[in-house]
């Protein structure tokens, strides 16, 4: 089970940090996906990580601005939200690819995941 927490209400050039813990599964087998749905729209990746945590994709609209990680000693995955923007508002959420054998593989696809959480609001303000 993932349970992502951090969301808020921010102003435009702001920060915030979401986490995503798990129970159940060790991030340490599992490629993660950040993937956030705004009202009316579908849901897409914004950043996904391989197994490892050393292969990180970032979509454009997100480079420079967020950067995810992987701790697997606190067995949680981060998205740290720098400078936001209010086109960054919408509900973000974590999902888990198992990996059977080692990749560096960052999976982009929802389909691609087998387990997801529950989404944390973000939302940006001008």
């Known amino acids: 089970q993932l349970q992502a927490s951090g969301g808020g209400l921010v102003l435009a050039g702001g920060s915030l940090r979401l986490s995503c813990a798990a129970s159940?599964?060790?991030?340490?087998?599992?490629?993660v996906g950040w993937f956030r749905q705004a009202p009316g729209k579908e849901r897409g990746i914004v950043a996904a990580i391989s197994q490892s945590g050393d292969t990180i994709y970032y979509i454009d609209s997100v480079k420079g601005r967020f950067s995810a990680s992987k701790d697997h000693a606190k067995n949680t995955v981060y998205l740290q939200m720098n400078s936001l923007k209010p086109e960054d508002t919408a509900s973000y959420y974590c999902?888990?690819?198992?990996?059977?054998?080692?990749?560096?593989?960052?999976?982009?696809?929802?389909?691609?995941?087998?387990?997801w959480g529950r989404g944390t609001q973000v939302t940006v303000s001008s």
């Open positions: 159940g599964l060790t991030f340490s087998n599992y490629a």
């Open positions: 999902a888990a690819a198992f990996r059977r054998y080692p990749n560096e593989y960052a999976a982009r696809g929802m389909h691609e995941y087998n387990f």
